[in-house]
């Protein structure tokens, strides 16, 4: 799991990505799409067409970090270009790096009324 420090915004580009891009595209698409800084230590996230494989472009302060996960089975959720910019907790970002839907999670268990 990437080291997200506390303050830090996680950011979704909407839609899908050219992977073959590498850290200076993703970079420019940041800037241009986004319209942030990617240097700020903010995490920009970008989905593939497939939508199995994701990329996390980061600067942790000492250099830009790129970050990718494949999933073998399934897909990412991922919003719909209709959402705009969307921004996610980290935590958000845990599950869906699980491959779980972040926008709803469901507990495994849910107490029970005793009567």
């Not at 050219?18 to 995490?43: C, I, S, Y």
């Not at 990718?68 to 907790?89: M, N």
């Not at 839907?101 to 009567?115: F, I, L, S, Y």
Request: hydrophobic share 40%; glycine share 12%.
């Amino acid at each position: 799991m990437i080291p997200v420090p506390s303050g830090v915004r996680v950011w979704l580009a909407t839609g899908h990505t050219d992977m073959r891009k590498g850290f200076p595209g993703l970079a420019l698409m940041v800037q241009e799409t986004l319209t942030r800084d990617p240097h700020n230590g903010h995490l920009f996230v970008f989905r593939s067409r497939r939508g199995d494989l994701i990329e996390v472009l980061w600067h942790d302060g000492q250099g830009a970090c790129l970050f990718s996960k494949k999933l073998e089975r399934g897909r990412f959720i991922w919003p719909s270009l209709a959402d705009g910019v969307v921004t996610i907790t980290p935590a958000q970002l845990g599950y869906l790096l699980d491959g779980i839907d972040w926008r709803m999670p469901q507990k495994t268990w849910r107490p029970t009324a005793t009567g």
